[in-house]
């Protein structure tokens, strides 16, 4: 299959997407803003911050001990990796898109096993369950009543178990 098949094809997907795709996006969605509500609660932090854009990051990052202009990391990528879009040479800008977005995905992995030690977990398995069920993870932590969040991590010494 060549590479414009496949951008005539993502094209198409986003210009009509299945009522299913819709459903599910939302779904996710509410799970996403019900999880950051009550993590941002249970963190004594404003939990209505979840639903005002930039706000929202700068929040996480509070949680984690990061300063707001770590935000930049957390926006910029992907506004960069649009842009990639109207660069003339496809090749170039799907290979510049996909540094960007690597990165861009090393970063909010670290955050969220910040997230993680902010929470007193240390282990393997949590770090794991972040990465692969992030929301669904988040949910469990704020609502979990045994989770005690002990502060950000950012900057103090890693601890390794």
């Not at 993590?39 to 639903?51: I, S």
């Not at 926006?75 to 003339?88: D, K, S, T």
């Not at 170039?92 to 995905?105: D, E, P, R």
């Amino acid at each position: 299959m060549e590479i414009s098949t496949l951008i005539k094809l993502v094209k198409d997907f986003f210009a009509e997407p299945p009522i299913w795709f819709i459903i599910a996006i939302s779904i996710i969605a509410f799970i996403a803003v019900v999880a950051q509500w009550a993590l941002y609660t249970k963190c004594n932090l404003p939990g209505y911050a979840c639903l005002i854009p930039v706000w929202n990051v700068i929040i996480f990052l509070k949680i984690v001990g990061r300063p707001a202009k770590h935000g930049i990391y957390v926006m910029l990528p992907p506004l960069l990796i649009i842009a990639c879009y109207f660069l003339p040479n496809i090749y170039v800008a799907i290979a510049i898109g996909v540094i960007i977005f690597i990165g861009w995905l090393f970063f909010l992995a670290l955050i969220y096993i910040e997230i993680c030690q902010s929470f007193g977990k240390y282990d393997m398995g949590s770090y794991i369950s972040i990465l692969l069920f992030n929301g669904f993870y988040l949910l469990n932590l704020a609502m979990n009543e045994e989770e005690e969040y002990k502060g950000p991590v950012y900057g103090k010494p890693k601890m390794i178990k």
